[in-house]
């Protein structure tokens, strides 16, 4: 099933944001525990992927100029404006909680590497080890937001659902356009290029380093172009 981990990440989010409501506050230390063992998981996944990689080289190509696309753009900078933004629209308006909680969690839960990388994984490769990682996540999260701004956090199931769908079904078809002896290699590479991309987001979940993985994403469209260049010249 194509969209299990869609809807795993889903199911994560309702099962935390319902048990929220029902728990009057997640302790300080049990927080910080529960997501240094789930950094440690995020890092064992990433490996897993990273190790998978057969052209370093072209790893490391897609990085770099990935990075410069991405600095470049400040994509980072962006969300956390977007997100910035959105947290002083609704605290204007002391009456608005549900509608605070349905866009706070949302920025929460859509933007980010392990979406996209995810959801590309699931809709390419049929693995969904990242977005039920990401469900995990997500839960707890869900849990610690909604104790504090209410029932309006589970609304964010619906743009999870079809951010992470439509990247997902998106993914299947690009066998359609791309040849299977180019998609065998660009899989492979793209997998292990995204595997180092959670990486960065298991150390920042430790607090080990602030890694800004927003910016590398354009490294995940470029891993195609280094990979064909590459095919081409060395063909």
Avoid: C
């Amino acid at each position: 099933m194509v969209l299990f981990g869609t809807l795993m990440n889903g199911l994560g989010i309702l099962v935390g944001g319902v048990l929220g409501l029902f728990l009057n506050r997640v302790p300080e230390r049990v927080k910080e525990t529960t997501m240094n063992g789930i950094g440690l998981a995020v890092l064992l996944i990433g490996l897993q992927m990273a190790i998978q990689s057969n052209e370093i080289i072209v790893l490391l190509l897609s990085l770099l100029i990935g990075a410069f696309i991405g600095e470049g753009l400040r994509l980072e900078e962006k969300f956390e404006s977007l997100g910035g933004w959105v947290e002083k629209r609704f605290q204007k308006n002391s009456s608005s909680s549900v509608s605070q909680g349905f866009m706070t969690a949302s920025l929460i839960f859509v933007i980010g590497a392990m979406a996209v990388v995810g959801a590309l994984d699931s809709g390419i490769r049929g693995d969904h080890d990242v977005l039920v990682t990401k469900a995990i996540i997500d839960g707890f999260v869900a849990l610690v937001l909604s104790t504090t701004l209410g029932f309006g956090v589970l609304f964010s199931i619906i743009p999870v659902l079809l951010y992470e769908g439509g990247i997902t079904l998106l993914a299947t078809q690009i066998q359609k356009w791309v040849p299977d002896t180019f998609l065998d290699g660009f899989i492979v590479e793209m997998t292990a290029t995204g595997g180092l991309l959670i990486i960065a987001i298991g150390l920042n979940l430790l607090n080990i380093t602030k890694i800004r993985v927003a910016n590398l994403l354009p490294s995940l469209i470029m891993v195609g172009f280094v990979l064909y260049v590459s095919t081409h010249i060395t063909g």
